[in-house]
């Protein structure tokens, strides 16, 4: 683990600044709106095409980079992304109609981003032998993520203070520094001579093999992914509206609150990463038990009580910061290196969905019995806990891929 600090330091800046380059929008989207006269529909597509077309690339890239090497699929994804950012930032700035370049720039930091997070899990697996050491290493990546959403919207409203499109300029910045950090700081490992012979039929043969073999419980892990990433933008996405229209927070202080359940996450995902090791019953009581310490405090959210529904709502973050990297542990070290990428990216498209389907259902959802939609939030992390119990089935704890299916 020692040796590989620079790597790691590197390969966690990825997840960083990526999302600050998009999630340091969210709070700017309203500013957005009245500086280039679009509706709300059309601000909530400057978020929801960049989740959706990472969904559809990231198994490509994850393919492309069992076949090809990690850091030969991370370093153009980042280019892509530092170059649709671009696109962004210079309509933005020079336009008067900027909208349909701007999409058009995101589209294409979607794209990029399907081949850099998602692809940065399988290198952390492939860089360590020792399994409780990738699990650390999954804790720090996870953290990095984490910490990535506590810094965003703070730093989105401070740079939209000076000038309403600085956010834009930003994102091929960030895209930057971590190609700098990748190209001269990750060695990448040494390539097997048999993986450039194989076709691409036999390694298609080779993911229904791994997909048959292990069907029950990577679909659990798939959906509890897709649940936990759901849950939490949906419930944030509901608290910034409260922020605003309700309490009366907006601009810096509205990030310096949103940031807190999102600190307390993690928090939990470091100290997660850290203490699990290689011990896969652990993943699994950590994943049921995250769940359910997220379930609890979502039946009790009352919006009329801030100060109750901020703890209890960072209470949940905890419960989803212990649940993440047990997950991102247990798919990425229960797999062969040969398609360790195309199955974490399968997981990453899960998570990405629930990204872009929390915050638009929630918002149908809120024009109804807000206490109903929390009651809702409460039973999918029900449904994380039960399917975990029953689907994920670790025979022994020790360094071979012995799973019950």
Not at 33 to 52: G, M, N, P, R, V
Not at 171 to 188: D, E, G, N, Q, R
Not at 245 to 266: E, M, Q, R, T
């Amino acid at each position: 683990m020692k040796d590989k600090k620079l790597d790691l330091l590197a390969l966690a800046s990825i997840p960083l600044l990526m999302t600050l380059g998009n999630s340091m929008l969210i709070p700017v989207l309203p500013i957005i709106e009245k500086e280039i006269d679009i509706t709300s529909f059309q601000a909530s597509l400057i978020i929801t095409l960049y989740s959706f077309m990472a969904i559809l690339f990231i198994p490509i890239a994850g393919y492309l980079s069992d076949k090809f090497g990690r850091k030969k699929v991370i370093i153009p994804s980042l280019i892509i992304t530092a170059i649709g950012g671009a696109i962004s930032a210079l309509a933005s700035w020079l336009m008067d109609d900027p909208y349909w370049l701007i999409i058009v720039g995101r589209i294409l930091q979607g794209l990029g981003a399907a081949g850099a997070f998602p692809v940065v899990i399988p290198t952390v697996g492939d860089m360590f032998e020792d399994e409780e050491d990738v699990s650390h290493g999954l804790g720090i990546v996870e953290t990095s993520n984490t910490f990535g959403k506590v810094l965003s919207p703070i730093i989105g409203a401070l740079l939209a203070l000076v000038v309403w499109f600085l956010p834009f300029i930003f994102i091929p910045v960030f895209s930057v520094i971590a190609i700098l950090l990748v190209a001269f700081l990750v060695k990448a490992p040494k390539e097997k001579k048999e993986k450039d012979k194989q076709t691409l039929k036999e390694f298609f043969q080779m993911i229904k093999k791994v997909l048959k073999e292990h069907a029950r419980w990577m679909i659990t892990v798939f959906l509890i992914g897709c649940i936990n990433m759901f849950v939490l933008f949906g419930a944030l996405f509901h608290f910034s509206e409260l922020l605003e229209n309700d309490f009366g927070y907006s601009g810096v202080w509205k990030g310096f609150i949103l940031a807190v359940p999102l600190l307390c996450l993690c928090i939990a995902s470091f100290l997660t990463g850290k203490k699990i090791g290689n011990l896969k019953k652990a993943m699994k009581w950590t994943i049921v038990i995250g769940n359910a310490i997220a379930a609890v405090p979502l039946i009790f959210l009352q919006a009329e009580k801030f100060w109750l529904y901020l703890i209890l709502l960072s209470a949940a973050g905890v419960g989803i910061g212990l649940s993440l990297p047990a997950l991102d542990a247990l798919i990425t070290e229960s797999v062969e290196k040969d398609v360790r990428g195309t199955v974490t990216s399968l997981y990453s498209s899960m998570r990405f969905l629930g990204v872009a389907l929390g915050p638009p259902i929630i918002a149908l959802l809120m024009e109804k019995e807000v206490g109903w939609m929390y009651i809702l939030l409460a039973a999918l992390s029900g449904v994380a806990i039960v399917t975990s119990f029953f689907g994920i089935k670790p025979e022994k704890e020790s360094k071979t891929r012995s799973y019950k299916y």
